[in-house]
């Protein structure tokens, strides 16, 4: 039997697996043990996602502005209609199957098997009334992964943050308005469309990581002939978890039938030092801001939403002396210490179009610059060329994306599917070392995704789940040629 | 195998994946519902008649008992007499106790579904099940549904609940309850609890397949049922037309008084001679 077929096989049997553990959960009685606030309040999971979870519908994306109340009683961790079933804690991953392959310069890598993702284990809730916590908890699993290592290096309290709600009564204002909240910790940024709420589960949203000079998904490459790129001593990334002090609203808005909400961020950007013994403030810190306006609805299932955004930060570029010197990152030794901070910018809009509550068309835009200081304190002053020429690097990325939740998919009437199409691309507009060329680690990225609710209860969730991405990555191979990866993953996610 | 086949390859996996996944899930078809009167259909409820498929109802193959003829009068009672409880949740090893037994249905809903019932099951075929949405209000944003199904089989009337008080925030999930009464959205939070001459079917209510988890069933010996309901309804047969007036009445005596000769259950004589003497009495 070929290769080919034995692959086939494979997959055909996965189906199979699919199917039966689909079959099976009805079979099985209900556990007694839910993803929390489905649990807790009593209600189907669609309540706040749109089928296929975790994509928040309109009154899931409310919930979550509001803190994750509804502003009654029944809220309170000590109500008397919560019982023991209420257990704030959920926990999710997805086991499945994975092949994944890339090349370069007629060079290729090929990788399959069977896996996880990796455990999220997640709490959010309120601690009082107007008060409330999260906590995402992501431990390195030497298990983890598809056939390409373990997730040992994600082990990661992703998000821990309490959040003081309502703080406008204390300002005269009404109660359970929303419109002054306040949140310390470590969390997700008000990005322009949540990437840990995307359907998508193994391809990221390029823009939100993106790094110029650092090749597209390097850590995957292996020993293809890539080119190293240059060295950026900024690493910030809108979509990546910060440290920092939030405070934001969202305000009912009559005129527009919609809803006004607003973002402003200080944080301690990849875990820095906003103030440290040779730097001072603003060394690895960074401001984010964005808002947003809806129209005839929340914008994610009904109604319209147009937004923008901006970032203005700083990133550290040397180590003290005190500890050795040198460039930052891989010379600190102690990560955070870092001095002599160089600026950076990101600026960007996002629109959000509905049609007919199953249709969402939403997408984004940003236009970054970083210092050429970032890239040339990184490269002992000189260039590849060995000329210390520096400019400063600037790009620009995007995506668009489809999503379809039908309420029955058309001829064969069946309910609890999710289908996503997202484009992702960056642009270079200058390279921070001149010596690489304009359109050198450009990206090209198509995400096809499946997604069907083989299970839905007022305590559970299981989804059968494909996706398929390719990407190209421009002129990053040794000899200027592109790079192309290829990655589909079949399996299982659930939530309990 | 060369590159361009490696990539063939993998772009042909998902392919097949969807390709397996949309025959797989082509199995849950919504059977065709007709309406039947104009309040019987209206934005916030309604109560109509849907085949009843062969995928959907293995017991389809026997046709129920319909057309099936009652007043509302007769309906309401039986309506009120239905509770259910909520099931408890516990955790882990440990059970929580189920909530208080509370009514089925509202009054306003009683109201409404007495009336629609008595015409739906009027105009049901033996291959239709009456089907009934209803929506509540729970907050501004979440709107409470309950939906199910009613069939008469032999001497039982049947309720199976799909949905019950099953919270909802988008219009797409509404729709599809609209469409498909019987799609279970999540698992049954609530439970029947039976009350006299009514019972919980152990056996399958047809009506759970691989797609549609079994859904609670609650049977009721509706003749027992309505003899026992207070006098105010007419015939109590099945099949009895519906009588307008009170039995206490000299015309509903005299109608009763019919549809017992009409069923065999008295001679000509005997009814001419029962007839004579209300008569003489009134």
């Excluded at chain 1, 039966?20 to 009805?26: A, H, L, P, Q, R």
């Excluded at chain 1, 906003?274 to 401001?287: L, Q």
């Excluded at chain 1, 002053?381 to 790009?395: I, T």
């Excluded at chain 2, 309804?233 to 008084?257: I, M, N, V």
């Amino acid at each position: 039997m070929s290769n080919r077929a034995i692959r086939g096989l494979i997959v055909c049997l996965l189906a199979l697996i699919g199917l039966f553990t689909y079959e099976i959960s009805y079979l099985l009685p209900k556990a007694n043990a839910i993803p929390a606030f489905a649990r807790k309040y009593g209600v189907p999971c669609n309540v706040c996602h749109v089928p296929g979870f975790p994509k928040l519908n309109d009154f899931g994306n409310t919930f979550r502005d509001q803190g994750y109340q509804f502003g009654a009683d029944v809220d309170l961790p000590t109500h008397e209609n919560i019982t023991m079933g209420f257990w704030p804690v959920s926990f999710r991953t997805t086991v499945g199957y994975q092949v994944a392959n890339v090349r370069a310069e007629g060079q290729a890598l090929a990788s399959s098997g069977f896996g996880f993702t990796g455990l999220d284990i997640l709490s959010f809730g309120i601690l009082h009334r107007s008060i409330a916590f999260g906590l995402v908890y992501t431990p390195g699993l030497k298990e983890a992964g598809f056939g390409t290592g373990s997730s040992l290096t994600d082990n990661n309290l992703e998000s821990a943050f309490v959040r003081l709600m309502n703080l406008e009564r204390f300002l005269g204002g009404a109660d359970n308005t929303y419109w002054l909240n306040m949140r310390v910790g470590k969390y997700e940024l008000d990005v322009p469309f949540s990437e840990k709420r995307s359907p998508t589960l193994n391809t990221p949203f390029v823009m939100y990581h993106y790094t110029s000079g650092t090749i597209y998904q390097g850590g995957a490459l292996g020993g293809l002939p890539t080119s190293a790129g240059y060295a950026n001593a900024n690493a910030f990334g809108i979509g990546d978890n910060q440290p920092g002090l939030e405070l934001s609203g969202i305000v009912k808005t009559a005129t527009t039938d919609g809803y006004l909400r607003y973002s402003l961020n200080m944080v301690t950007a990849n875990g820095g030092s906003f103030s440290n013994d040779g730097g001072g403030f603003g060394r690895s810190a960074a401001f984010y801001g964005h808002v947003t306006q809806s129209f005839g609805g929340y914008g994610i299932v009904t109604g319209q939403r147009i937004g923008a955004f901006v970032v203005a930060g700083t990133a550290p570029t040397m180590c003290p002396s005190s500890i050795g010197g040198g460039p930052s990152g891989t010379g600190c030794v102690v990560p955070g210490t870092a001095t002599q901070g160089q600026p950076y910018t990101r600026v960007g809009a996002d629109a959000s179009l509905t049609f007919d509550g199953q249709w969402n068309l939403f997408g984004a835009f940003i236009h970054a610059v970083d210092s050429s200081n970032l890239i040339s304190s990184q490269a002992g002053g000189l260039n590849a060329a060995g000329l210390p020429n520096f400019q400063n690097a600037a790009w620009n990325g995007g995506f668009v994306a489809l999503d379809w939740y039908p309420t029955q998919l058309p001829f064969v009437n069946s309910p609890g599917w999710l289908f996503s199409y997202r484009y992702d691309l960056i642009r270079n507009q200058r390279q921070g070392d001149p010596t690489f060329a304009k359109t050198f680690n450009d990206v090209d990225s198509h995400t096809f995704m499946a997604r069907y609710y083989i299970h839905q209860s007022n305590r559970t969730d299981l989804a059968l789940h494909a996706e398929y991405n390719q990407y190209k990555d421009k002129g990053v191979g040794t000899n200027g040629g592109n790079l192309y990866g290829q990655t589909t993953l079949v399996g299982l996610d659930f939530a309990y | 195998m060369t590159a361009a086949g490696k990539e063939r390859r993998a772009r042909s996996t998902p392919m097949l994946m969807m390709a397996v996944l949309a025959v797989a899930c082509s199995l849950g078809a919504v059977p065709a519902s007709r309406v039947v009167c104009g309040m019987c259909e209206e934005p916030d409820r309604f109560v109509r008649l849907q085949v009843s498929t062969r995928d959907r109802h293995v017991e389809s193959t026997q046709p129920f008992s319909h057309p099936f003829r009652w007043s509302a009068e007769q309906w309401k009672p039986i309506l009120r007499s239905i509770h259910v409880q909520k099931r408890g949740q516990g955790v882990l090893f440990f059970p929580a106790p189920n909530g208080p037994p509370l009514p089925a249905f509202t009054p306003a809903e009683v109201d409404y579904l007495s009336e629609t019932l008595t015409r739906a099951f009027a105009q049901a075929q033996p291959s239709e099940v009456v089907v009934f949405g209803l929506t509540s209000s729970k907050t501004q944003e979440i709107t409470e549904i309950t939906t199910g199904a009613w069939f008469v089989k032999d001497t039982q009337l049947h309720l199976i609940l799909g949905n019950y008080r099953e919270a909802v925030t988008m219009s797409s999930i509404r729709e599809l309850l609209w469409q498909d009464p019987l799609h279970m959205i999540a698992g049954a939070l609530y439970e029947f609890v039976p009350g006299p001459y009514q019972s919980l079917p152990r056996e399958d209510n047809g009506l759970g397949t691989f797609l549609i988890p079994e859904a609670p069933q609650l049977a009721l010996t509706y003749h027992q049922l309505s003899l026992d309901a207070p006098p105010v309804d007419g015939g109590h047969e099945k099949g009895a037309p519906p009588s307008t007036y009170p039995d206490s009445s000299l015309e509903g005596k005299l109608q009763r008084l019919k549809q017992i000769r009409d069923d065999g259950l008295i001679t000509d004589d005997e009814f001419a001679a029962k007839k004579k003497a209300l008569l003489d009495g009134f």
